[in-house]
Structure formats: C-alpha cells, structure tokens
C-alpha cells in the first residue's frame, strides 16, 4: 500500500457508524487509524477485512478518558503521520429522567463522550493541521440536535452542543486553511438504536450513511444532514410553535433510561 495514501482518522470504530465509515475510506483505498474501547473487536474487524498493519493502524481509548483518547492521537502522529482527515464519532445514547438522581450520573457521561470526548479527539492534530494549513475536523452530530425530545435531554443537548462547538472550531481554523464538518445523521440502523421504541421514519443502513458522509466530506461540507428527507422534517420541526411540537410528541415512546435496559 503507497504510504502517501491519505489518512483518516475514526473514533468508535468497532460497530455501526465508525465501522461503515472505516469500510468506505478503506473501499477508496484510504489507510485506517482506527479507534475503539473494545480493541479485540477492532482488530478482527481490519484482520477479516484484509487490513494489515500497513493499511490500518488500531488504538485502544475510551474517548470520555481525556489522556486515553490525546494519547491515540499522539500514537497515531507518531506511527502513521498527520491524518487528512479526522472523525469524531464515538457517542453515546442513554434515556434519562432528571428525577432520577442516577441518571444525572447519564447525563454526565454522555456530555463526556459525546462533547468532552469531541474536543478531546480533536485536541492533537489542532497543532499539526494549522501548521501545514490543511486537514478536515468532523464532528457526528445527530438530528436530535435540533429539538428537545421527551426522555432524551441528555443526548439532544449533547448533540446540539455538538453542532455550536463545531460551528465555533470552523470559524477558529478557517484562518488556517482547516475544515470542519458537521454531520446530522437521522435514524441509522445501528446497536445504538435497535432499542428505540418509536418509529424511526427514513431509517438508513449504515453502509448507505457512510457512502453519503464520505461525499459530503470530501465536499468539505459545513453542515449536512443525512439522510436529505430527515434534514426537510428537522426544519419543520424546528419551525413547529411550542404548543404544537410539545401536543404532537406527548405521547412518543421515549429512549430505555440504563436501569431499565442494564444487562
């Protein structure tokens, strides 16, 4: 493999969308810097899809641990180079209701996951990339972000949040010839929402979202919701008056909070 192939960096990348977006870089002949918590997984993962050491470098961090997640990105610098681009996707959604005074313990893990754990992967290719005034920052948001739903206030905040803080890091590395991409997923079909009970209306397979982001990044895209018929429901729904939003979801079924799906 020519090792001036570009490189991309993915964070979550042993199941759903990490994974479906590690296959499609790999598919257009990028090399891999892979990271997961479950490092075996990862691993069999590149091994059963022919990805030797060559083409795909594997770290083991949980991103809420700041010095894990730094510490993948200085290993990746160090072995594999600057990558051209870097994916910020491990997340987590949990249910939460704040009268439950364990899942303020929810709320807490998601915003170091899904917020903390952003800027966290980010953080060791800042330097590098404004250096040599290149590389793409992108940041998986979801379409969550763009209203409060009922018994997900942890994860539609994190993820709004998602999207103002990549908002304010496009417009801190523009001066330096850097990218950012926000991506809104809609429903994808993935371990993190095989749970949901509710309708999930345009659910895409993973390998159909990764095809589309892989597009959208390359275009260097600001701000892409995928799929294009959730991005025409989200601004409805953000248009909807209060008394109409809070009346049509009052009885949608709400995300499992963790005591009630814990195995």
């Known amino acids: ?12 990348a042993s199941s759903g969308i990490g994974q479906a977006l590690a296959q499609r ?20 993962w590149a091994q059963a899809q022919g990805l030797g050491p060559e083409r795909c470098g594997v770290y083991a961090a949980d991103v809420a641990d700041v010095g894990r997640i730094v510490a993948a990105g200085q290993a990746c610098l160090s072995t594999q ?67 409060g739903l009922p018994g997900h206030a942890a994860y539609c905040a994190s993820k709004a949040a998602v999207v103002a803080y990549c908002e304010s890091l496009r417009g801190e590395c523009r001066p330096f010839g850097m990218k950012v991409v926000t991506l809104l997923p809609g429903y994808i079909a993935t371990p993190l929402t095989a749970k949901n009970p509710y309708p999930m209306p345009f659910l895409m397979a993973p390998e159909d979202f990764a ?23 989200a601004k409805l729904l953000r248009l909807l008056p209060n008394p109409l939003f809070d009346r049509a979801f009052a009885g949608r079924g709400r995300k499992p909070r963790r005591s009630s799906t814990a195995t």
Do not use: K
Request: proline share 5%; no cysteine; net charge positive.
């Open 25 to 44: 870089y790999a598919q257009a002949g990028w090399r891999l810097a892979l990271v997961a918590r479950r490092e075996a997984a990862l691993r069999d």
């Open 1 to 12: 493999m020519n090792d001036r192939a570009p490189l991309v960096f993915i964070t979550g």
């Open 81 to 147: 180079g600057l990558p051209d681009v870097v994916i910020a996707n491990a997340g987590i959604s949990v249910g939460m209701d704040t009268a439950e005074r364990d899942d303020l313990d929810v709320m807490r893990e998601t915003f170091a996951t899904n917020n903390t754990g952003m800027a966290a992967t980010f953080h060791p290719f800042m330097a590098p990339m404004r250096a040599q005034r290149r590389g793409t920052l992108v940041g998986i948001a979801s379409v969550a972000a763009i209203r």
């Open 211 to 233: 095809d589309q982001a892989f597009r959208a990044i390359g275009a260097g895209a600001s701000y892409r919701v995928i799929p294009w018929p959730m991005a025409v429901v």
